[in-house]
């Protein structure tokens, strides 16, 4: 049936191949529906039970419409509806009501959060010439929503602080602390300087944070052609890419120190909630921060003087890269009305017939930066079509064992508020209760994209076995296969790519709503989405348009079904497994090897700081450098000592027999009847035993001792964070007491598997 | 005295050194001078005579002149003097009038050759806007010999066959043979097309070459920006990179099949030479090519349709890279004068006092495209200086042991016509008497480039460990082994290099006047220069002035000096040696690592094959493409056999016993007495047995089975060529007999190691 539904992909979206290939992928298609429902298992699921669940899916499938994510997205992108504005208030009211007609309790929950807007936004260059940045994204005759000039926000940064400075010009590459090593050695100092950073290398509130810890007065973000723009392709509206006035609005709010409203840290920002002073948040930068086009860009790096940039700082702008200071002098003066506003959380929920208590989180903001096509409403779109089918299948019969929960999220754009403050406001309740938080973001055209807590991989590769490819009609499992093998730097990952029969997920980091779920109350959580063939530079720009996203992400919504089939049964899998799909083994063989990983990178620091420091010791570095230019040596380092990680490698020891035990008992015995309330809820907490009260060295918010955000990479994933940062920081007593922290939580871990396995044992 | 008389350059160089760094360099070089002379030793010299060659050494330092370089440069570089012009007639005349004053028998020695000069040159787009390229480098007010107009040859490709067509451009990257996999991938074909080439990874001629094996009808080459322009640096005037109009002219002789005048293929080109057709000759390409500057590019790249180019093909100009082929089609219409010219080689002899018939061979050549301040002025002019150094040694009373003879070379620009003809004529009297070929051609400011026979490595290293470099004040040794620490890509590289007494040399591939010493005759040869920090865009353009070389590239001539001591110490070492200086065990490490190098090749490309043909049964290649744009699947390769390796191995093994031996022998007895003469003699004609009279698979010229220039890269050297190159083509029986010429080969060169030994033991 799967594979009869999906031949039609083959005719409507193949034109491009010959048809001796149509004729392989159609041989390939049938070669894989050979293999029947009766042969595949699913984990969770019994030998009764899953045919039953099978069945499920293939009419859950059958509900899903691609004109309703179509109709959905013209009318949900169809207007600029930021955080705060009329319009998402309306839009999140219009979701609401929809999940109403759907058969749902929904409701709005709102919060009242800090939300910083424009008033004065002045950058213009005062020497050596004078130059007036424009500031503004031009209204296209081929989009026709990027003319509602008056509801968009303009280009600016959420949470850069009020400001006005006039200062010499510093280009610092990516400017992550790498590119400051590099400026040191140029001899080159930011303090008191303005500086300008490209978009990439890191998430954009590292720029300005690094900047700031620098010395620097004021950071500009620009999106340079090479990372974002012509370099990649053809430019909109010719292309998808982003145009030389494109510019990447965006939050600089600390995302790596705490997401959420600033004002109310930890708790829900209700109307009633204590709030602090902005002047006492620990994550606000200080330092004025705008982005702004290559148009604008221009004219500063090309009157930059200075040292030419090192070969790796360059883009592709046609100049030769100076990093200055000067003689370029900038003027940035920026004012913000300082806001609280509303924030509108869509919440809908059904209530599990079995086990009410037990609740599946799916969600998806529904705030955008301007009008959001792709980012969130084609995600959002499909989280809603995917509630539709659940809900045409409670009419046909069919009742959820679990409870299943959708959510809108508002406010993400700025700082994943709206999730931030529902999880901080519900915590304890959300602790007890949720068995899995379900999140995607955007979506487009190509290949599974997964992160997530390792205890759901297994889930989420059998997930990727079940849902066929729109466009080759070969499992997305092995289409990401193939992407993977294609990809992979070395012949020997290519092999093992190729002959593995599961996929590995990521790890997450931070940028989406699964952050709160997952690093501050400990809840396994998995991202989801499909691109790849989607290519552009629309992001948090006005051409994040429906316009654009039909010629250029995902035209005819093949993957939105295809993301809503891949979530549809995540959400219905959780919902409905006897045994709850947790695999310790996976997140076991994982966490080893980040260990590993640990260990190794210490081990490679030993042995290059040693060489390194030979190199100064024996001034060889400015030996090897131009007298004729400025080069400034760096300090050596000092050893690098043994850490002792006997603690950590014991609970991983430790770890690795009770998931192999739990593997093997619940094998054996796949339903533990009566013990199962009790079993579940050892599965679904589990995660828990990873958090720390005390969180992380300098970021208490963030607890998860397993999985953060890098303080100095941002959306990038860290695993093992206090560990790797201490080691990376050269902070070895840090490092030492993170092992120790580490080895106890993993300890305690194994403990839940144990019980989880007494109850099996116990049967 | 070394150290005094080097200490100056700390006070005139160091401008932007901290006192401190100051401090701390004069004490390094306090340090390093207290290395007496008493404590080093030079290969091929007794304890007797070191203390003397030493002495002469400092002697012929003390006559270097740098206002001499800078004087002849002037007047060397004052007015274009291409191969064939009355300019390069007399300036040949003057060096020889030179050499006479200093007392050398000098004369100059004229060849025939054919040299084709542009009559018509068009370059145009005809669709879908019209562009007439400029083809011309603007004269700049900053440059007073760049307005020289009438005495310049224009920008062309000397040996472009006459031809006028008109087709589609594609875009093929740098266009080596990987591009051309890449486009196939993408379904691109160039037959009957015109495709348009970077400038880089590969030498120019490689270009046309693989554009004609393809089926492409004509060819154009740009210099890219990112590799050659704004992105390297500022531009010409203000810096010294290319401008948007500069463009390189240079020879697209089929280099690595044959060198030298394409008529008189192994013979010298007299006026009575009989001579071949221009249809017969196999190193003449059969499609018309041109280069240009990336203004001319620009409006052709702006216009291509067709895909996105590959990322890795991009360059840096402010488009998007598409690869066409069309809407652009070009017109290109060549016409040259295919004239025979006189080829003026200055030759010059000092005749040994003692050994005449044993003969040490300098050479730089003396043609420019244009005035060629650095390429070849600032090498020709050091050769010079050393001549008249020595000059001033006889007149002071020493004589050479061994015959010293300095080459000027005529047509080295157009395909080492000056030097391969030469070669061609004398050929078998050069085999009997040459001991050592020691060329150079520009250079500039920086670090010592070495690159040659490795049975010459060691005598490099203990020349680099005496002298000292100009700015730092530490052997130019230690400088470059900073240089090579600091930019080695890893930690064991790294630390391999500071722990070695010496510096290894590179092998030699094609690109300059060693070519046919080495890869025709089997002659030992090594290449000199400094560089490295005299980066420009002037190669091969009118910019490559006595203005531009003063303000960029070695202002003072203080490498002009270092190199007229590194060279000078070569050719002194050689002349006055006992026993010649070549190391046999450097030479058996090399080849060692060269043979384990192509097996581990064979071995890699097993392990990947076998990946690869996997990923295209499998169909992963073309599912992790996107099926909205062409994707062309490679054929499966088929499995990579084992290759017998043996005959190799035991060579190789032979190799090192006979070279340990003889090392341990010649250490005993550094001085052979009556034995001398025949001793000397197998040392320096050993190399000889690398050469096969049959020479390389398709390219008979080419003799010397250890080093050559690729057959797809140009200048880039293939070790082990027949092997490699038979490896690399997946021609398993080539590579199969190649193996066993090489080690028959091998085997040969040790038995004459072996009689060398022997020598040493009858004394």
Redesign the interface.
Known sequence: MICTLHLRYIHT??K??TST?RN?LII?ALLISSQTFSQKAIQGFTEETVMKEFTLEEKFDSYLKAENLDQWMKYLSGHPHHLGSAMGKQYAEWIRDQFKSWGYDATIETYKVLFPTPKVRILEMTAPTKYTARLAEPSLKEDATSGQTREQLPVYHGFSPDGDVTAELVFVGYGVPADYDELDKLGIDVKGKIVIAKYGGSWRGIKPKVAQEKGAIGCIIYSD?KDDG??????YPK?A?RSSLGAQRGSVLDLPVRPGDPLTPNIGATKEAKRIERAQADNLINIPVIPIGYEDALPLLSALGGP?APAYM?G?????YHVGPGPVRVHLKLEFNWNLVDCHNVIARLTGSELPDEWVVRGNHHDAWVNGATDPVSGIVVLMEEARAVGELVKSGWKPKRTIIYCGWDGEEPGLIGSTEWVEQYAEELQQKVVAYINSDGNGR?FLYAEGSHTLEQMVSDIARDVIDP??N?SVL??K???L???ASD?KT??EI?NAPSISIDALGSGSDYSPFIQHLGIPAINISYGG?DGGGEYHSIYDSYALYKRFKDPKFDYGIALAKTAGRATLRLVNATVLPFDFTSFSKTVNGYVSEVSTLLE?MR??TE?ED??IQ?????????????FVQSQAKGPVPFLNFSELLNAVATLEKSSDNYAALIKANPNPGSNLAPLNKLLFTAEQNLIVDAGLPRRPWFKHTIYAPGYYTGYGVKTLPGIREGIEERNWNEAQQQIEIVAKNIVQYSKQIDKAAALLKLK
Chains 1, 2 share one sequence.
Not at 230 to 235: A, E, L, M, P, R
Not at 316 to 320: E, F, I
């Open positions: 979206h193949s491009s191949l290939m392989y390939l052609p012509y370099f990649q392709g053809d430019v292309g890419y030419v360059r592709a702008l046609p100049l030769t190509g466009q080759t070969v092995e289409r296969k193939s992407a093998a294609a990809h012949v290519k092999k190729l063939e490679n042995t290059s060489v030979q190199m024996e001034n060889r570095y400015q030996l090897a450098s131009d007298p004729t230019k400025t």
